[in-house]
């Protein structure tokens, strides 16, 4: 029996978030529920403009990166992107392949085929050096591989690493490396896709083509201080990013401004001001008229784009910011003019031809996303929603249009759900059957003709993909079962060459959920080389894990719950008794049989426009869970079982008043007439989807559980 559980929250919180936000209680208590309630979090579920996503030059490293590849260009350097094979990297490849090819870069790339290791590999590089090729961008891999970025400095060749991957002890000496997991990164957000890292990459190098680009502003602004006098604060921007701040409080009276920090600090600056003529007459009081202060009035230019703040003064723009409305401290009117100033850049620099380009390249951000499970909080939510609008305009990129058209998903509304059943395991499948450069290639093709090639190419090696799944599960099967026990539970581990190098991880994903333990997938190539995925779950860090091996890999490496690995064959038993050493030592966290239930619904709610509250939510995925809710006394209308299976389904129709609700409960068949009849009343636990059929959406329950109602 599972347990039902709905966290206590308070009302005075609900009531908070309603007047804070905006929101209805019903949103406002699932809000609460979810723990969503501090302004940075609710800003990224309630807002989708771009302008909240993480400016690139966060990046410790990004003026570097783009300085590098700009220079490549002005010395008609050869450049390699090397990707990954898995949509993730296959996306974040084909993102800054496009950019540069299409900006007159001299351009290649290159993936993983075959039986190709992960990541960077030393004939990639030595290949690349026979082409008098200087500079190696890596997407979505390299921030392990230490030896062939060593070899590629011998060679003259230069590396900048993009990558989202967890960072070993050593690094790289690359020439620099753009990842969000570094502890030094300075980029606020670690979770982001390999291909979002290629993007905020091509973001910052369309952003150097402005005059904006490596510009040193300030922004200064005068206001009474609450004791007699004033305050001249004053804030650096450099590539839109605040890079400093000052607050000088100057005593009523004439003030030397040698005496304060305003020279030092505003010394080789462009100084924006907030009119003129007031802050200037300011200035002179506070200092004299002898001193002069070249400055910029600001607001005639924000008053031509945006009429109503001809006349505002900063009071009024700092509490029309929306960024501002979700700040934990209020704003102020310093940070109000920052605002505003990269709003009205952003809108200045925003071009028809760079709007297109970043519109298609966030369909691939939001496919990155989506395929490497990346949680869908923060500014991952304003990536995939923005890539679902782009997808769902009709404006699909080429390559995409061809592979959509193929599958039969062109003409309807596209959710993130039918893109992870459908659209991402076809381009996965190009790398796991070892022909990622097909995806590649259909995705950065100029011609039309070929990208339909390539799709139809795509297509026939997801069925491949399929049966040699369905092959590894069937011949390891037994295996898995012996390994979850001989491992007492707490690890299943399969070693067998019959698996394709290709579907280990997937494998190791099935093993994983039906035993509710980390799982390890071994196979071997090449007759030598071992190679292996790991799936991992209930709080073991599979990178950790495999750190725990010492030396023991060629290479390995990923993220907390998915990694990989390869050793040598000879060093299989060594392998095995190493495992069953770890295993001993391995805690794995209780698995909690609990419904977490968001909210009660009353009939009255249940209605199709609930569907709304629930599109508030969306997408749902990793750490954002579908909605549940709880409803009680519902009576069964109707009840049926259906499917050939042996479990059999229930479709079950529920009286909630002016609406007959129907609702879905998968493999439960055997439960009507044992557990409840129509004409019952029943309690229940559910999500709520949509059901579409001939064009028609309509609303849908998903049970998860039932109860007799006062049971």
Same mark, same amino acid.
């Given at each position: ?452 090639? @390539?799709?139809? $190419?795509?297509?026939? /090696? ?5 049966? &040699?799944?369905?092959? +590894?599960? !069937?011949? =390891? ?87 990989? @690995?390869?050793? $040598?064959?000879?060093? /299989? ?5 190493? &495992?069953?050493?770890? +295993?001993? !030592?391995? =805690? ?87 557990? @409840? ?20 959406? =309509? ?13």
């Amino acid at each position: 029996m599972k347990e039902w559980h709905k966290k206590d929250v308070s009302r005075e919180s609900i009531q908070f978030l309603c007047d804070t936000y905006g929101v209805d209680a019903l949103t406002a208590s699932i809000m609460a529920r979810r723990g969503i309630t501090a302004g940075s979090d609710v800003l990224y579920f309630r807002e989708n403009d771009v302008r909240f996503l993480h400016n690139p030059f966060l990046f410790c490293n990004m003026e570097d990166a783009v300085d590098r590849i700009k220079n490549a260009k002005d010395e008609a350097e050869k450049i390699l992107i090397f990707g990954d094979r898995d949509v993730d990297g296959v996306s974040g490849a084909a993102i800054l392949y496009t950019y540069l090819a299409q900006n007159g870069y001299d351009v290649s790339w290159r993936l993983p085929v075959g039986d190709d290791t992960y990541g960077l590999s030393m004939e990639a590089v030595d290949d690349f050096a026979k082409q008098y090729g200087t500079l190696i961008i890596t997407v979505d891999c390299g921030i392990s591989n230490v030896q062939e970025v060593a070899h590629a400095n011998e060679l003259g060749i230069d590396v900048i690493i993009t990558d989202h991957h967890n960072p070993p002890e050593t690094l790289p000496d690359a020439f620099t490396i753009l990842d969000p997991k570094l502890e030094n990164s300075g980029y606020p957000f670690k979770d982001i896709s390999g291909a979002a890292v290629s993007f905020k990459l091509v973001s910052a190098l369309r952003f150097s083509e402005t005059d904006l680009y490596k510009e040193d502003v300030s922004l200064l602004n005068v206001r009474p201080a609450e004791r007699n006098g004033c305050i001249i604060e004053c804030m650096k921007v450099h590539n839109l990013v605040a890079t400093a701040s000052l607050s000088e409080y100057i005593p009523d009276g004439t003030a030397s401004i040698a005496q304060t920090k305003l020279p030092a600090f505003l010394s080789g600056q462009q100084i924006f001001v907030w009119n003129e003529r007031t802050v200037k007459k300011q200035l002179a009081a506070i200092f004299g008229s002898g001193v002069e202060f070249n400055v910029i009035d600001f607001r005639p230019q924000i008053a031509a784009m945006i009429p109503q703040l001809e006349n505002a003064n900063l009071l009024a723009v700092k509490d029309m910011s929306k960024i501002a409305k979700y700040s934990e401290t209020p704003a102020t009117e310093l940070e109000g003019f920052y605002n505003v100033f990269v709003t009205f850049a952003e809108k200045k620099i925003a071009t028809k031809q760079k709007l297109e380009s970043e519109q298609d390249d966030l369909q691939l951000v939001m496919l990155a996303a989506l395929a490497d499970i990346m949680p869908l909080k923060d500014e991952n939510r304003i990536l995939v929603r923005q890539g679902l609008a782009s997808i769902n305009s009709g404006k699909l990129r080429h390559g995409l249009a061809e592979l959509f058209s193929r599958l039969n998903m062109t003409g309807k509304k596209i959710s993130s759900t039918d893109l992870s059943w459908t659209v991402i395991p076809s381009l996965n499948a190009a790398g796991r059957v070892g022909r990622s450069d097909i995806a590649l290639a259909m995705l950065i093709s100029e011609h039309g003709d070929e990208r339909e090639k @390539f799709a139809e $190419e795509i297509i026939a /090696l997801n069925e491949k993909r399929k049966q &040699l799944v369905q092959d +590894a599960s !069937s011949v =390891t099967m037994s295996q898995a079962e012996e390994s979850f026990l001989q491992y007492e539970k707490k690890l299943c581990v399969v070693i067998d060459e019959r698996v394709n190098k290709g579907v280990t991880g997937i494998l190791a994903s099935r093993f994983m959920n039906k035993y509710s333990v980390p799982a390890i997938i071994v196979t071997f190539i090449d007759g030598n080389t071992a190679v292996g995925s790991m799936r991992s779950s209930r709080g073991l860090n599979a990178t950790e894990f495999l750190d725990s091996f010492g030396d023991f890999f060629i290479n390995h490496g990923g993220h907390n719950y998915a990694a990989g @690995f390869s050793f $040598e064959r000879t060093k /299989l038993d060594a392998f095995i008794e190493k &495992l069953q050493t770890l +295993a001993k !030592s391995i =805690t794995l966290a209780e698995e909690s049989n609990a419904l977490e239930i968001d909210a009660e619904l009353p009939q009255k709610y249940l209605t199709p426009d609930i569907l709304s509250t629930i599109d508030s939510f969306e997408p749902f995925g990793e750490g954002n869970r579908e909605i549940t809710f709880l409803s009680k006394s519902l009576r069964v209308l109707d009840a049926i079982t259906m499917g050939k299976s042996e479990r059999q389904h229930l479709k079950i129709t529920f009286d909630c008043g002016k609406y007959k609700f129907p609702a879905i409960f998968w493999g439960e068949g055997e439960r009507l007439g044992r557990d @409840f009849n129509k004409g019952d009343s029943l309690d229940i636990v559910y999500s709520i989807n949509r059901n579409t059929f001939n064009g028609i959406s =309509t609303p849908q329950m998903i049970l998860a559980d039932i109860k007799t109602s006062n049971s």
